[in-house]
């Protein structure tokens, strides 16, 4: 089963804009993470947040975590065409489809 | 620091064929390893975990099996492949469950 579900399947933005992606989980965890894949490549881990945190901030990255609504959110602010990949969100060590974002300059 | 190492990067193989895909971690001790697959355009899909020599865990029954016969070399195998085995595999480790997880570079698998 998939531990992370993530919200939308597919988002197009124009570059400058804020970009939201959501995940949903299913079981307990400690701590959540996402990471980033640029097409044909492996994944890069981009930020960590701990379950007895609620927001956490790196650069342009804002994450944000419900424990209570097993939920978390990604915004990626002042977008640009470099961001353009494919988001996940992983709880412990499966993953969701992921978000693919495109960012059009 | 760490590194992780997969091979080959790309492979062509006729159905029926065996498959040996092969993933070394360096710079680290007793990692978790795990195998994961990924269909064109779709999400990851745990394969097989290990946390220790000789200890697989499989998620999804298939013609795929795991082996791994040093701590840090993690491989993935089949006797005979199918035209669905067809795929990105990514190679990966962490620090114990719930820690980050680093990834290799991939291996593409097409069946033919």
């Known amino acids: 089963s998939q531990q992370g579900e993530e919200d939308p399947q597919a988002l197009s933005i124009q570059e400058g804009e804020n970009a939201t992606m959501n995940c949903s989980y299913k079981t307990s965890i400690n701590n959540l993470q996402w990471y980033r894949q640029n097409s044909g490549r492996g994944l890069v881990h981009l930020i960590l947040i701990r379950s007895n945190e609620r927001e956490k901030h790196s650069g342009r990255l804002r994450v944000t975590l419900d424990t209570s609504k097993k939920s978390s959110s990604l915004l990626i602010t002042a977008s640009r065409a470099a961001d353009t990949a494919s988001y996940f969100c992983q709880g412990d060590m499966r993953f969701g489809a992921g978000t693919r974002l495109t960012v059009k300059p | 620091s760490q590194t992780i190492h997969q091979w080959p990067a790309t492979l062509v193989q006729p159905v029926g064929s065996p498959l040996s895909l092969e993933c070394t971690v360096e710079g680290t001790s007793n990692p978790n390893l795990y195998w994961y697959r990924q269909a064109a355009g779709r999400g990851l899909q745990l394969l097989f975990y290990?946390?220790?020599?000789?200890?697989i865990s499989s998620e999804v029954p298939q013609n795929l099996s795991a082996s791994r016969p040093q701590d840090r070399q993690f491989i993935l195998s089949s006797k005979k492949l199918l035209l669905s085995d067809s795929g990105f595999y990514l190679c990966?480790?962490?620090?114990?469950?719930?820690?980050?997880?680093?990834f290799g570079e991939g291996s593409w698998l097409t069946v033919v």
């Open positions: 990966a480790w962490a620090r114990g469950s719930g820690n980050t997880i680093y």
């Open positions: 290990s946390v220790g020599i000789g200890q």
